[in-house]
Nanobody, 117 residues
Framework: QVQLEEFGGGLVQAGGSLRLSCAAS????????MGWFRQAPGKGREFVAT????????SYAESVKGRFTISRDNTKHMTFLQMNSLKPEDTAIYYC??????????WGQGVQVTVSS
């Protein structure tokens, strides 16, 4: 199965942008639906965005729709999350996840995104 590692977190002012990357190694990357999730302090992990195995179908949480864009490059085994118009409430640890069949059960270590007001 794949292993995942996220990159690109950091501190940004409200209204700014960040691009998160997720590198997959091992396994067959194109067999996995990929997603981004996040966990804010004191809260559970929540869905942010998902992308199909071929990259032709995406879905987003209502809270990020129109501001975030998920994409993938199957030739480079990479998944991306472009985050624009960031808000303080987007502050969280962001996790890349892989779904091989039924559920997201493979996770990266997470990256911190902090949006200052």
């Amino acid at each position: 199965q794949v292993q995942l590692e996220e990159f690109g977190g950091g501190l940004v002012q409200a209204g700014g942008s960040l691009r998160l990357s997720c590198a997959a190694s091992g396994g067959t990357f194109s067999n996995y639906k990929m997603g981004w999730f996040r966990q804010a302090p004191g809260k559970g992990r929540e869905f942010v965005a998902t992308i199909s195995r071929t990259g032709d179908t995406t879905s987003y949480a209502e809270s990020v729709k129109g501001r975030f864009t998920i994409s993938r490059d199957n030739t480079k085994h990479m998944t991306f999350l472009q985050m624009n118009s960031l808000k303080p409430e987007d502050t969280a640890i962001y996790y890349c996840g892989a779904n091989g069949k039924v559920a997201y059960d493979i996770w990266g270590q997470g990256v911190q995104v902090t949006v200052s007001s």
